[in-house]
T-cell receptor, first 115, second 112 residues
């Protein structure tokens, strides 16, 4: 079974500062994808960033980057130059490459950006 | 494009009542999914469809039925609602597997 663990229920960061959200996962698969989704107060789930397990290079999307440590099964999200609009729940998710018809989500981290 | 829309946005049911949630997408996506989100938890897959006329069970399918009669619509039915089905329901669609999933805005359902 695949499990995704987010050990930080809540975090806060000052505007313009950098924050890192943690995620660990457990799987016996070798090929898979990892995701970070953002859920703002509007409830809409928005894809922030995606990482393929077979790629060693960490994914980046503008102010968002990941630190993917495959051996440690760790997948953290770094948000640089935090903005008020980054305030949201952030979910880490895992998807197997084979039979890829489900995203397994963590329990989420509530991030508050303080002005 | 409207993307993924869900109807209704809110609903209150009494135990034993039935209802249908509608998900519609205008992106011509093959894959569609129904998830539920409970407090303190991530989303869990209820049912999914890999094309018109197909459906399959996800992690938590009990108490729900689905239909995909048209490619653009994916219906989630509750035949006899129970308080344990109080949740926020999200629909998602994608052109292939879940690499590029688009989520709807959610439906908040309360079963009394």
């Amino acid at each position: 079974a695949q499990t995704v663990t987010q050990s930080q229920p809540e975090m806060s960061v000052q505007e313009a500062e950098t924050v890192t959200l943690s995620c660990t996962y457990d799987t016996s698969e070798s090929n898979y994808y990892l995701f970070w989704y953002k859920q703002p107060p509007s409830r809409q789930m928005i894809l922030v960033i995606r990482q393929e397990a077979y790629k060693q290079q960490n994914a980046t999307e503008n102010r968002f980057s990941v630190n993917f440590q495959k051996a440690a099964k760790s997948f953290s999200l770094k948000i640089s130059d935090s903005q008020l609009g980054d305030t949201a729940m952030y979910f880490c998710a895992f998807m197997m490459l084979t039979g890829a018809n489900n995203l397994f989500f963590g329990t989420g981290t509530r991030l508050t950006v303080i002005p | 494009n409207a993307g993924v829309t869900q109807t209704p946005k809110f609903r209150v049911l009494k135990t034993g009542q039935s209802m249908t949630l509608l998900c519609a997408q205008d992106m011509n996506h093959e894959y569609m999914y129904w998830y539920r989100q409970d407090p303190g938890m991530g989303l869990r897959l209820i049912h999914y469809s890999v094309g018109e006329g197909t459906t399959a069970k996800g992690e938590v399918p009990d108490g729900y039925n689905v239909s995909r009669l048209k490619k653009q619509n994916f219906l989630l039915g509750l035949e006899s609602a129970a308080p344990s089905q109080t949740s926020v329901y999200f629909c998602a669609s994608s052109p292939d597997i879940l690499l590029r999933a688009f989520f709807g805005p959610g439906t908040r359902l309360t079963v009394l």
